[in-house]
C-alpha cells in the first residue's frame, strides 16, 4: 500500500464527513490523472466515498473499472445496493462474486430484512447455513434474531437459538442482548430471564435489555431487584428504569428516579427527559415539571424537539396551555410530534377551535400530518360538532390512505356520531377492515348520545359476544342508555356486572349515570339512597344531574339538598343557582328566586350570559337574546312570529318557569321568544337549504320552552335540527328530541 494511497484515502474521508460530492469528485480526478494503476486499497475507498454520498451511479462505475476486483471490492459494491434496498441489483451483485466471506451473506440478509423482504431474508440464511455456515459470524445472528423478533417468528426463533449454541456463540454478549429482546417481545419473558441467568459473562448492554423486556411485560419488582443489584450502570440503565416505570403507571417513582440519576451525576439524553415530562404530564405535576424545564435550559438540550415536544405535552396535561404555547412558539425546530402534541393540547383543554387552526397552520409549514394528528384534529371537529370542517378531513383521509388507520376511523366515527349522522357512522363502522373496541364504543356512544337504546344495547351485547373487553367509556354508554329508555333495572345490572365481572372502578361519570338512570325514572329517594352509599360525593356533573332530575319531577326537599351540595361544592357556578331557581318558578315560589338572586349578589356570582350560534357558509352567526345586532333581525323575527302561530295551533303552550323574572305574562312570553336558540334556530330556517339538517351550537343548558318549541319546529318544518347544549347533543327530528325531553 502507497503513502500516496493512504494520503487520498485520508483525503476521501475528510469528504465523507463533510458531505462534500464535489470535492469528493475532484480528488477522483486528481487519483486518475496521477496513478497510473490505482490500486484496488484507494479504489475500493472510492465506492465507499460514493456510497456514502449518495451517489450510486459513480460507485458502480469506479467498480466497473477495477481491472480485477478483490472481495472487499464485491461487498464495497453489495452493500451500497444492500443499504439503498436495491435488492433485484443486490441479489445480481451477490450471484455473481466469485467468492464471499461473512459480510457477504451478511449484507444480503440484511439487506432483504430492512427493506421488507422478510422470506428471501430467511432464504439467504438457511442457503448460507447450508453451503457457508463456516462464514457465520455475531452479526448474522443478531440480525437473524431482529428479524423474528419484529416478524414475531418465534418457532424460527428458536431454531435460530439452537443454531447458536450449536455453533459457539451462546456466550457472546453481541448476539445474547438480540436474543433475549426477542424473548421478550414475542412474551417469552422467562426464557428470556432464564438465558441472562445463564450467562457466563453480561455486560451493561444485557443488563439494560433484560430490564426493557421485564418492564415491558409489567415486571417491575423484578426490573427494581435487577437494575439495584448491578454492579455496573451507565445512563441507558436509568432511563431504561425511568421510561418502564412511567409506562408501567408509577409516574412518581419515575420522577424520584430521575432525581437520584441526577444527584448520582450520570448524562441525560432526549430519552430520559422525555421519559420524566411524560411523568409529570400523568402526575398532573406542574410544579417540578416547571423544575425539569429549568433544568433542561441549562442542558444543550433546550432546542432539541424531542423534549420539546414532551414539554408541550406535560404544560398541556397540567392544564397550563399557555406556557404550553410559549414552548412552541420558541421551538426552533419542529416536526410532526410538535404539532401534533399542542393540536392535542388544545383538545384536552377545550380549545378546539385553536386546535382546528393549527392543524391549518401545520400544513401551511409544510408538515404533513400522521394519522395519529388527523385523527385528533378530527376529534376536535366532533367536540365542536362542526361536521362541514370534518367531512374535509374525512377526504383528506380519503385522498393520503390514512383512512386505513383504525386512528382515523374511529374519530370519524365518533365525528359523525355526535353530528347526529349515525347512518354515515354506521356505514363507516362496518367497511372498517379491523375494529377495535375503541370503534365498537365510538358507535356505540353514538347511538347512547342520540337516545338510540335499542340499538345500543343491542351493540353492545354483540361486542360481548364476540369476546372484546368493554372499557369504562363503553359503560357510559350503554348506562346512558338504559336511562334514555327507562331500563332501570336492566342498567343497574350492567353497573353491577361492570364492577363484578369487568373489573372496572367506577369513576365520577359511572356514578352520575346512575344518578340519571334513578332520577329519570322519578326514583327520586332510590337517588339520594346510591349517593349516600356511595365511596366518594358526586363532581358537580352528578349533582347538577340530580337537581335537574328534581325540576323535572317537581321535588323541592332533594332539589334543595341537591343545589345546596352543588353550591358547597363549586360556589361561583352559577348553574345551580339557576336550576334551583327554575325549581322555585314552576312552584310560583317567587320570594324564595328573589332570595336566590340576592345570593348571587352578594356572592357576586354572576350568569353567564347566554349565546347560540349557527355557521352558514364559511361565516358563524352569533345571537344572544333579544338580540339586535344581525344584519338579518327582520327577516329572523318575521320567521318567529310565523313559527308561533303554527305552534299555538299544534298546541305549544309557552313554559312560564322558563322565565326566572316575576313580570307580566305577556312580557315573560315576549322574554321567551327572543332567546338565542330560537334566534339561531330562526336563522337556519331562512338560509339553510332544505334537506340538510341545522346544526346550532348554546354556550349553556337549552331552557325548557326552547327545547320543547324546538320540537314543535321540527315537527312543523320537517326539518332536523341539531343543538349541543352546554349539557349534551339534541336532536331535534319528527317533533321529538333524542334527550327523551330530560336534559
Known sequence: MSSSSNYYVSLLKLCCESQNQTQAKKLHCLILKTITHPE????????????????????????????????????????????????????????????????????????????????????????????????????????????????????????????????????????????????????????????????????????????????????????????????????????????????????????DMFREMRLAGFTMDQFTFGSVLTACGSLLALGEGKQIHAYVIRTDHKDNVFVGSALVDMYSKCKSIKSAETVFERMTQKNVVSWTAMLVGYGQNGFSEEAVKIFFEMQRNGVEPDDFTLGSVISSCANLASLEEGAQFHCQALVSGLISFITVSNALITLYGKCGSMEDSYRLFVEMNTRDEVSWTALLAGYAQFGKANETIDLFERMLAIGLKPDGVTFIGVLSACSRAGLVEKGLQYFESMIKEQGIIPIPDHYTCIIDLLGRAGRLEEARNFINKMPCHPDVVGWATLLSSCRVHGDMEIGKWAADSLIELEPQNPASYVLLSSLYAAKGKWNEVAQLRRGMRDKRVKKEPGYSWIKYKGKVHVFSADDQSSPFLGQIYAELEKLNCKMIEEGYIPDMSSVLHDVEESEKIKMLNHHSEKLAIAFGLIFVPLGLPIRVIKNLRICGDCHNATKFISKITQREILVRDAVRFHLFKDGTCSCGDFW
Request: proline share 2%; net charge positive; aromatic share 12%.
Open 40 to 255: 484496488n486499497f484507494l479504489l475500493n475507498n472510492l465506492i465507499s466515498t460514493y456510497s456514502k454520498l449518495g451517489n450510486l451511479a459513480y460507485a458502480h462505475r469506479v467498480f466497473d473499472h477495477i481491472p480485477q476486483p478483490n472481495l472487499f471490492s464485491w461487498n464495497a459494491i453489495l452493500s451500497i445496493y444492500s443499504k439503498l434496498g436495491r435488492l433485484s441489483q443486490m441479489q445480481q451483485i451477490f450471484d455473481l462474486m466469485p467468492f464471499r466471506d461473512g459480510a457477504s451473506w451478511n449484507l444480503a440478509i440484511s439487506g432483504y430484512a430492512n427493506y421488507g423482504s422478510s422470506t428471501d431474508a430467511v432464504g439467504v440464511y438457511k442457503l448460507m447455513l447450508k453451503d457457508a455456515a463456516m462464514n457465520l459470524n455475531q452479526i448474522t445472528f443478531s440480525t437473524m434474531l431482529i428479524l423474528c423478533s419484529n416478524c414475531r417468528w418465534m418457532d424460527l426463533g428458536r431454531q435460530i437459538h439452537g443454531q447458536i449454541l450449536k455453533f459457539g456463540f451462546g456466550s457472546y454478549v453481541f448476539v445474547g442482548s438480540p436474543l433475549m429482546d426477542m424473548y421478550a417481545k414475542l412474551g417469552l419473558i422467562y426464557d428470556a430471564k432464564q438465558y441472562y441467568d445463564e450467562m457466563p459473562e453480561r455486560n451493561v448492554v444485557m443488563c439494560n435489555t433484560m430490564i426493557i423486556g421485564l418492564m415491558r411485560r409489567g415486571m417491575v419488582e423484578e426490573s427494581k431487584r435487577l437494575f439495584h443489584g448491578l454492579k455496573e450502570r451507565d445512563s441507558i440503565s436509568w432511563t431504561t428504569m425511568i421510561s418502564g416505570l412511567m409506562q408501567n403507571g408509577m409516574g412518581r417513582e419515575a420522577v
